[in-house]
C-alpha cells in the first residue's frame, strides 16, 4: 500500500467553480500534513500547511480527519492560475516528506 | 533570497556513465535533502543532511548512488554507472533550524538515460 494515495484527477472545472479534492495516508503516526502545488516541469512549492482545526488560506480551505486518516483540500472560486498539480505531503517523522502521486486541476475560461 | 539551485538542469547520458548532480541549499539552511521522481511516480525521498552528516539515506536505491556534502554547503549526487531506470527528475530541498519546517525545493534536475 502506498504511504499517501491521491485522486489522479483530472478535475477540469471552468472559472469561478468550486473544487475540491482528498487524500488517503497509511501511517497514523504521522506527524505534518501540508498541500504543496507543483506547476508543469517546475518544482513543488508549498501551498499551505494543514492543522488538525482546518485551516483557509484565501480561496483555499484544508482540513485533516487523523481518525479516518485523510486530508482534503477545496478552492473556491477558481481562477485560471489554480490549474496546477496538487501534491499531497505527509511528514512520517521529523524530516522525511511522503508524496502523493498529485491530483491535476484544469481551470477553463 | 536565493533560492534552492541545481546544477544542471538537464542531462542526458549513455547506459553506463557517470553523472554528477549539484545542489546549493538556501545559504543558512543546515537541512538539505534529495528526492527523485521517475516517469509516472510519486517523488520519493532519497536521503537527508544536516549540515555534512548524512542524517538518513534510507530512500538511497543502490550503491551506484553516492551523495556528499563536503563543508556543508553544497551537495552532490554521483550516479555511477547510470542505468535506464536512473532516468527521472532529482529535486533538491533544503530547511533552517527544524526538520520539520517548510523544505525550499529547487528546480530539479531532468535525467535522461539512455
Known amino acids: 500500500r502506498k504511504e499517501v494515495e491521491q485522486d489522479p484527477g483530472p478535475f477540469n472545472v471552468p472559472e469561478g467553480a468550486t473544487v475540491a479534492f482528498n487524500c488517503t495516508y497509511s501511517?497514523?503516526?504521522?506527524?505534518?500534513f501540508f498541500w504543496y502545488r507543483q506547476d508543469c516541469r517546475k518544482e513543488p512549492k508549498l501551498l499551505m500547511s494543514?492543522?488538525?482545526s482546518g485551516n483557509e488560506d484565501g480561496r483555499f480551505t484544508a482540513q485533516l480527519n487523523r481518525a479516518s486518516q485523510y486530508i482534503s483540500l477545496l478552492i473556491r472560486d477558481s481562477k485560471l492560475s489554480d490549474s496546477a498539480t496538487y501534491l499531497c505531503v505527509v511528514n512520517m517523522n521529523d524530516y522525511k516528506l511522503s508524496f502523493g502521486a498529485g491530483t491535476t486541476v484544469t481551470v477553463r475560461a | 533570497e536565493a533560492g534552492v539551485t541545481q546544477f544542471p538542469s538537464h542531462s542526458v547520458i549513455e547506459k553506463g556513465q557517470t553523472v554528477t548532480l549539484r545542489c546549493d541549499p538556501i545559504s543558512g539552511h543546515d537541512n538539505l535533502y534529495w528526492y527523485r521522481r521517475v516517469m509516472g511516480k510519486e517523488i520519493k525521498f532519497l536521503l537527508h543532511f544536516v549540515k555534512e552528516s548524512k542524517q538518513d539515506e534510507s530512500g538511497m536505491p543502490n550503491n551506484r548512488f553516492l551523495a556528499e556534502r563536503t563543508g556543508g554547503t553544497y551537495s552532490t549526487l554521483k550516479v555511477q554507472p547510470a542505468e535506464l531506470e536512473d532516468s527521472g527528475v532529482y529535486f533538491c530541498a533544503s530547511s533552517q533550524d527544524l526538520a520539520w519546517e517548510t523544505q525550499y525545493f529547487g528546480p530539479g534536475t531532468r535525467l535522461l538515460v539512455l
Open positions: 494543514v492543522y488538525s
Open positions: 501511517n497514523s503516526a504521522s506527524q505534518s
